[in-house]
């Protein structure tokens, strides 16, 4: 079974500052790794997605990850947050082996001090 | 773009009592989820739904627990009979073809 773990629960940064969140998978297959934002009060918004291809992916917002297999992870940046960054990341995972049932970890809150 | 859409945004209910979230996914999609988040914690997957039936359900989806699609457009989740504890925030989803999953806004349900 796929699991997934986010190793910071809480970051506090301020505007400007570099942001990477962390993101471990468990699963021994192929895996398809995304990161969701969910701003305060919204609901869940794709931030960006690996499928197969450039290990390093970039989403919206000037975010991107970069999957490297041999760690199994996914890990989340961007180089200068802002305010509006405020909010919780989801990494999650699917397969096609789980019928594409996508496996979500615990979430970071990001809170970017203005 | 395209978006999926839920009804209603917030749903309060007395325990015990049964409710019906609804969702209108996608137009084109083929797979149907319903995930819920407690608050504070993360999103877990409830059920998926393929080809008019159940593809796949999580332990928390017990026998109070049932999906439908009754028509082409519409996705329901009912709770037959509410627990306190059935209060969540409910996802729905979808997708075509890739696994990339599209989420709703959610229904946020409150039982009392």
């Known amino acids: 079974a796929q699991s997934v773990s986010q190793h910071n629960h809480h970051v506090i940064l301020s505007e400007a500052a570099s942001l990477e969140l962390g993101c471990n998978y468990s699963y021994g297959g192929t895996v398809n790794l995304f990161w969701y934002v969910q701003y305060p009060g919204q609901h869940l918004q794709l931030l960006l997605k690996y499928f197969s291809g450039d290990p390093l992916v970039k989403g919206i917002k000037g975010f991107e990850a970069e999957f490297i297999k041999s760690k199994f992870s996914f890990n989340l940046r961007k180089p200068s947050v802002q305010w509006s960054d405020t909010a919780e990341y989801f990494c999650?995972?699917?397969?096609?082996?789980?019928?594409?049932?996508?496996?979500f970890g615990a979430g970071t809150r990001l809170f970017v001090k203005a | 773009e395209p978006e999926v859409t839920q009804t209603p945004s917030h749903q309060v209910t007395q325990m015990g009592q049964e409710v019906i979230l609804r969702c209108v996914p996608i137009?084109?999609?083929?797979?149907f989820y319903w995930y819920r988040q407690i608050l504070g914690q993360k999103v877990e997957f409830l059920v998926s739904f393929y080809n008019n039936e159940i593809s796949e359900k999580s332990e928390i989806f017990d026998d109070q627990f049932s999906v439908e699609r009754p028509d082409g457009s519409n996705f329901t989740l009912k709770i037959r009979s509410t627990k306190l504890e059935d209060s969540a925030m409910y996802f729905c989803a979808s997708r075509l073809l890739l696994p990339a999953v599209i989420f709703g806004p959610g229904t946020r349900l409150t039982v009392t």
């Open positions: 137009s084109n999609h083929l797979y």
């Open positions: 999650a995972v699917n397969a096609r082996e789980g019928g594409f049932k996508t496996i």
